[in-house]
């Protein structure tokens, strides 16, 4: 068959919030992506993506793309918006803005997230953009926040053991992850150990699709991960499961952190998690005799009020038996660590001229965007910026976010591909790239490989990316520092400097990190004090527990007789928070917004399978469909996330329910520290 000379391939990266970061491979015939697919060249990607990402012709593509600016028309929330120019858009935005920064720039707020993981996408121009304006600070907690703090205040960053060698582990334990859906390529490595006779342990309140598979469920109660952590160590302790050598070489507050594990005995963990005795002690066996024995720990057993100190917890546990000196042994939670971003370079802090503005948490931005100016708060929040977000939808205790978004006075700008729920509330709405449409450059958080991305296809329609929008408006703003009229492949060079090969990003789309075997074989964590740190003078300093310690949820189960259930919300299989939401062939295969009840807590509840139950608290309700299921465990619900609150019955999701306060370390928020009752209706 004769070659089609406008049939082509174009070497990406997936920007997704995920650990895997594939290398893409995009097939372009005459200007429209037909096939995105793995790189085989990349090691960690082998040639396969994920059921979302291999859709993504149809969501580059999609009907429903955003093509050109939009104006509202209709009162917020509703969706009507006529479509504008560009200049026209972009004059209105700097006018707004130079009005509010001309009273106080900490009135403006941006509010971005991990819409694309891309550095230049997310905030390569961006925080230059914010830095010079001198709008507030956005502390970007909602996902990985407490656990990131806790890695940085036991290993010294978040650093852990390379991804490839848990394809040689005896022992993995998956910790908090549904690796199946969220971290496939780990997956992978681990099927591999498996057959090569390692024991698979997946720690989870839910029966996940990656319970299933492996040899061993521990269903313990969300929010007591720590005290299953303690107590494991307290049978290391017990049974002398310990290397004495590394413990006294590499460690530091041994005796401070064996004094707190024994408080910890099997039978009073096994009461706070609600699990048997008898599965501690048979962990810790395992734990404590298995080499080498890896830890994969993800951020869900972290979005609780004592997530941090889950995370120290078990990242004390390699540091105990010594599981660091093999390299298919220690822990990984994150790899970002690894990757020398320059960030001076890209994100221009010196723009900020001496400012140090206020900082407004994500997590928070419900109640933020309601207060009012005070001396404590600073100016009240005039305007917001949002980008690679959809707060609307993921923020927690959506009854005061959509409040806050839909304040008549508050001028908001979404750069989006499609209308969310948050573009839906905005003034103007932008539409944005995707990344077959513009030029990236991605650390990753689950392996040590820098990858490139190129564009592939044309911006479809009037899309710009992000990058273009803040060039564009600095310049309307009078911003003439050379640093604005950088192009996008600049940017990527600017990421790394001489730091990685940039060549080899172009000849080949990655480049791998040279990072040991085995970081902490060892020690030299890069704590203060060189050591790991079961006790942390710094937390300490800060006048916390400077040892790891179980801390309770704030919704602690049984504390509420009007909301007897502990609710998590974890991500459905084929979403990524909310994107693909709106793609259809993976919105069919989710079906609908479910709630999954064990057969126990649906039967005196008179809930069938299939019914439309009502899920509530006092911070709001939330109707779903009911899915009795082996799932959940008797006093644990799942609700499935996240959905889009126009697709949800009654317009709303999840985080109807959810709650704004925070983790005990890194200001996280606690997404499953969420007590519920649930009936018919
Ligand atoms: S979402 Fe994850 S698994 Fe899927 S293509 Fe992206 S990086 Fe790979």
Known sequence: MAHNPNEFTVRGACPHDCPDTCALVTTVVDGKAVRVAGNPAHRHTDGALCTKVSRYPERTHHPERILAPLRRTGPKGSGRFEPIGWDEALDDIAARLKDIAARNPQAIVPYSYAGTMGQVQSEGMAARFFNRLGASFLDRTICAAAGGEALVHTLG??????????????????????????????WRLAQQAKRDGARLVCIDPRRSETADKCHEHIALRPGTDAALALALMHELIRNDWLDHDYIARHTLGWEQLRERALQWPPERA???????????????????????AAIRLNYGMQRVRGGGNAVRAIACL????????????????????????????????????????????MVTIGDDLLRESSPAFGPKIEALIVYNSNPVAVAPESPKVVAGFAREDLFTVVLEHFMTDTADHADIVLPATTQLEHWDIHTSYGHTDVLLNRPAVAPVGQARPNTEVFRQL???????????????????????????DFQQLLDQGFATLPVPEAPFAEGGFPTPSGKCEFFSARLAAQGLDGLPDHVPNHELAGSDPRHPLAMISPPARNFLNSSFVNVKSLRDIEGEPLLEISAADAAPRGIADGDVVRVFNDRGSYRCTARLSTRAREGVVNGLGIWWRKLGLDGSNVNELTSQKLTDLGRAPVFYDCLVQVEKG
């Open 157 to 186: 960053g978040k650093l852990g053991m390379k991804v490839e060698h848990f394809a040689e582990a005896k022992l993995i334990l998956i910790w908090g992850s549904n690796s199946i859906a969220s971290n496939l390529h780990f």
């Open 270 to 292: 096994a009461e706070v998690c609600g699990i048997p005795v008898e599965q501690i002690e048979r962990l810790a066996r395992d734990y404590g005799t298995t080499k080498p």
């Open 318 to 361: 390699p540091a105990l038996t010594g599981a660091w000196r093999h390299r298919a042994g220690g822990l990984l939670l994150s790899a970002s660590g690894h990757f020398p971003v320059d960030r001076a370079a890209l994100h221009r802090p010196d723009l900020l001229a001496g400012r140090t503005p206020r900082t407004i948490n």
């Open 474 to 500: 600095a310049r309307r703003m009078g911003f003439d520092e050379p640093c604005f009229a950088d192009d996008d492949e600049t940017l990527c060079r600017q990421t790394f400097g001489d730091r990685v």
